[in-house]
């Protein structure tokens, strides 16, 4: 059975470039382009891994992590093109 990745970004050539790459390493791929839609797939939908930008156009990507966190313990890779040291820390 191959792992579930569950990537939530809006910018869809991102995702796009994100999930081709998950998929040809034999990753099975869902994308959210909303903070609100991929809190609610990823307590739905049994993922190994969350692939989360922290820029989304109707939420923080810290506050979804915050909010899945409080559900569910999974591993989150946060990307960003933020280059602040805060954002980096947080």
């Not at 939908?45 to 939420?59: Q, T």
């Not at 409080?70 to 960003?80: E, G």
């Amino acid at each position: 059975m191959s792992k579930k990745i569950l990537i939530i970004e809006d910018d869809s050539d991102i995702a796009a470039i994100e999930r081709d790459y998950l998929e040809i390493s034999g990753y099975e791929v869902e994308i959210c382009a909303k903070g609100s839609d991929g809190m609610e797939k990823s307590l739905s939908g049994n993922f190994d891994l969350i692939i989360l930008d922290i820029m989304l156009p109707d939420m923080d990507g810290f506050e979804v992590c915050k909010n899945i966190r409080s559900k569910i313990d999974i591993p989150i890779m946060m990307l960003t093109a933020r280059k602040s040291d805060i954002d980096k820390i947080r």
